[in-house]
Structure formats: C-alpha cells, structure tokens
Nanobody, 124 residues
Framework: QVQLSESGGGLVQAGGSLRLSCVTS????????MGWFRRVEGKEREFVSG????????YYADFVKGRFTISRDNAKNTVYLQMDSLKPEDTAVYYC?????????????????WGQGTQVTVSS
C-alpha cells in the first residue's frame, strides 16, 4: 500500500507563488510515476502535471505551462509542484496521485493512489 500526503496549500495573491509537496509513505513507497490534479468547485478533477518514473519526464496541462514546475526528490519520497504567477482561476483543491503506468496519464481513473488534497486560494 502507498499513502500520499499533500501540504503547502494556502492563500496567496494573484501573481504570487506556492510550492506544494506530496510525501509518499507505505510498504511500497519507492518512486512512482506521479500526477497532480485539481478540482475546482462544481467541476470534475482535472490533470495539472505529471512526472514519469523512471526517467523523470514531465508533463503539463496547457493552462499551467510556463507557470508550474513539477519535480521530485527520491531521497525524501517527495514530489513537488512549484506554482508561480498564480491566477484566481487556479483556486482549487490540489491532489497528488500515483499510478502504476510509467508515463502519468491525464486520465484520473488511471491513478491508484490519492492524497487527501490541499486547498489553494488565489485572491485577485
């Protein structure tokens, strides 16, 4: 089993930055292909970014390209999402998720493990 725990959310003004962290724990807590998703109130959960394993190739939704950066620190079993130039429309609950597929897909149903989510609020 794998447990995921996000942190780093909060309230920030438009144009500001936040860094989300996702710590992996459990008996099979080695590096996994990981994704970040977000859920805006009233909408379906959507793919934001992903990082493959092995290889660490990264993937981004068009609406965050050039603003968000995903990375990992295997020694800390942690995946990060650096979010810069935040906009009010980035306000959402952000979730990290783990998949058994080597390349993290944008389809949320392909992910087996999920964190509890962390709220990000961007004020205008």
């Amino acid at each position: 089993q794998v447990q995921l725990s996000e942190s780093g959310g909060g309230l920030v003004q438009a144009g500001g930055s936040l860094r989300l962290s996702c710590v992996t724990s459990g008996r099979t807590a080695g590096p996994h292909p990981m994704g970040w998703f977000r859920r805006v109130e009233g909408k379906e959960r959507e793919f934001v970014s992903g990082i493959a394993w092995p290889g660490d190739s990264t993937y981004y939704a068009d609406f965050v390209k050039g603003r968000f950066t995903i990375s990992r620190d295997n020694a800390k079993n942690t995946v990060y999402l650096q979010m810069d130039s935040l906009k009010p429309e980035d306000t959402a609950v952000y979730y990290c998720a783990g998949t058994t597929l080597r390349v993290p897909p944008p389809d949320r149903f392909q992910y087996r493990y999920w964190g509890q989510g962390t709220q990000v609020t961007v004020s205008s």
